[in-house]
């Protein structure tokens, strides 16, 4: 049986541009109706939109220069899927990421979003990958409980691997804040169609405990799946354990992720256990500049005498610069509160000669110490915080002097001075 790196005629240049020309015209076709579709459904909550969230639409470039010890496995982001074995020379690396989040409808009780992206690398041994799609996610809120549906849609190709495919994903989430932790349910569908005419369907679950204090989140996400194939080879189970958590100090913000797979497959030989680390740290220069360096390494090994497990090692690094087209551009006017989630506020103020700035706010007991904001650019302050429906009151200590930072409401304190208000609902 030949591996699926193999190069026996079906994965030539010709196959793969009718395929392509096929799968694009699909890909279009399918892209236009999710658009319209959407549009229809969305189009009552567009004005309201417009009222409740100024600021909702983001996107960026990332373009990057590194290295990669194997860029076979970089031309195969989203899945083991083929289990392609074709190992590269270490190459130089130029990337290319574009990403955006475009918010239909966002509100205390519901959100719509679109997210189309575009990834691509290119290296300096003349191989190169392309991976092009959109994401979809609405979400409803009630309290503590929210009803997540997502969806994407979008395709990949590569010079240097086998794993040219049109992909889509469904997935239905449910969950629940319970103090500082957030439980979280899903039920997912995957499908892949592949250039040498192979049809996956993956089918599965996926449970995860998130926490975001503030400065640090992270989270723990263990998912059960099976993937069923039309090639028997390809049939297998696989489960995965992530543990991921990111951060904000100051101008700097961080990542780092490390995810462990194992895959029973059920016919082939080829039982193996892979192992995936990331990280990124980025410094923010500006509203619209960012610096950062990221980094991956990956290993995959045999299990159970699975003779044809992929194995492999990889290390990888690219070092680059962040644009923000669409900057949150502030002022020592603005409001001082952005909603960033379902009853999460970003509390931000500025101080350019303030060596110390604290949030006293009622739903923090008006404890100063549960307040400290941090550093976040030239003389801002800033930290999210989670704040319970209701009117609430809050101020700004500034080098233990007390401040009423800007705000859409106002509210006597009864010492002759005013609290700024914030209503949540």
Do not use: K
Request: hydrophobic fraction near 40%; aromatic fraction near 8%; charged fraction near 25%.
């Amino acid at each position: 049986m030949p591996s699926s790196g193999s190069r026996d005629g079906r994965n030539s240049p010709e196959t793969v541009g009718r395929w392509w020309r096929r799968a694009a015209s699909e890909l279009c076709g399918s892209l236009l109706s999710v658009a319209v579709s959407t549009a229809v459904a969305t189009a009552p909550g567009l004005s309201a939109r417009a009222q409740t969230s100024e600021r909702a639409h983001r996107a960026g470039v990332d373009i990057a220069v590194g290295g990669d010890s194997n860029p076979a496995l970089a031309a195969n982001p989203r899945d083991r899927a083929r289990m392609d074995s074709t190992a590269l020379a270490p190459a130089g690396t130029l990337a290319v990421d574009v990403w955006s989040r475009i918010a239909l409808v966002d509100q205390e009780t519901g959100s719509v979003h679109l997210s189309p992206y575009f990834t691509a690398r290119g290296f300096s041994s003349g191989g190169a990958y392309v991976d092009l799609g959109t994401g979809a996610l609405g979400a409803l809120v009630r309290g503590p409980l929210s009803l997540e549906a997502g969806a994407t849609l979008g395709g990949y190709a590569a010079t240097v691997a086998v794993d040219n495919a049109l992909y889509g994903d469904l997935s239905l989430a449910t969950a629940a804040a319970i103090g500082p932790l957030r439980l979280r349910a899903e039920g997912y569908a995957r499908f892949r169609s592949y250039t040498e005419d192979q049809l996956d369907g993956l089918f599965g679950a996926r449970i995860s405990v998130l926490a975001d204090h503030g400065r640090v989140s992270w989270g723990a996400h263990l998912s059960l799946d099976q993937r069923r194939s039309n090639a028997p080879e390809a049939r297998r189970t696989e489960l995965g354990a992530t543990v991921e958590a990111n951060g904000v100090e100051g101008a700097w913000r961080w990542l780092a992720a490390t995810t462990v797979y194992t895959r029973w497959f059920d016919t082939a030989q080829r039982d193996g256990r892979e192992w995936l680390l990331r990280g990124r740290l980025e410094r923010t220069l500006n509203a619209r500049l960012g610096l950062y360096l990221a980094v991956q390494a990956g290993r995959a090994r045999a299990v159970r005498g699975g003779e044809d497990a992929l194995r492999y090692g990889r290390a990888a690094a690219e070092v680059g610069v962040s644009i923000r087209l669409h900057p949150i551009e502030r002022t020592p006017d603005d409001e001082s509160v952005t909603r960033v989630g379902p009853g999460r506020y970003r509390f931000a103020f500025h101080a350019p000669e303030a060596t110390e700035v604290v949030l006293l706010a009622d739903f923090l007991d008006w404890d100063a110490e549960r307040g400290t904001l941090s550093p976040a650019g030239p003389g801002w302050f800033e930290g999210t915080f989670d704040v319970p429906a209701g009117h609430h009151r809050y101020r700004m200590l500034v080098d233990g002097v007390p401040v009423t930072p800007a705000a859409r409401a106002y509210a006597e304190d009864g010492f002759g001075g005013r609290d700024a208000v914030l209503v949540v609902e």
